[in-house]
């Protein structure tokens, strides 16, 4: 069983970057898509981007995409999230998840992934 976490989240100004990391303390990411969701106070936990488990395919939500690049390093056995040019809006708690996924794509679905991490704050200030 995995267990995923999230580390790099803070505080940043408007325009600003990060780089969020997933790993697992347990087992390997290797077979595994990974999806990145965030959650802001007082809305619904959204999907912003996946990979494939081979690394080859990613998607992103349209709010992220030209900003937020996700990246795989199955021999770190880790998922990177760089976040350039942040906004206000992109402030929230954001979350890697896992699916054994056999299909060499990624799909942003809650409901799909079978582990998840606790989360990292990310707050930009304007």
């Known amino acids: 069983q995995l267990q995923l976490a999230e580390s790099g989240g803070g505080l940043v100004q408007s325009g600003g970057s990060l780089r969020l990391s997933c790993t697992t303390s347990?087992?390997?990411?290797?077979?595994?898509?990974i999806g990145w969701f965030r959650q802001a106070p007082g809305k619904e936990r959204e999907g912003v981007s996946c990979i494939s488990w081979s690394g080859g395919t990613s998607n992103y939500a349209d709010s992220v995409k030209g900003r937020f690049t996700v990246s795989k390093d199955n021999a770190k056995n880790t998922v990177y999230l760089q976040m350039n040019n942040l906004k206000p809006e992109d402030t929230a708690v954001y979350y890697c998840a896992a699916e054994l996924r056999v299909l060499r794509d990624c799909v942003m679905s809650q409901k799909n992934m079978h582990y998840w991490g606790k989360g990292t704050l990310v707050t930009v200030s304007s």
């Open positions: 347990r087992g390997t990411l290797n077979p595994y898509a």
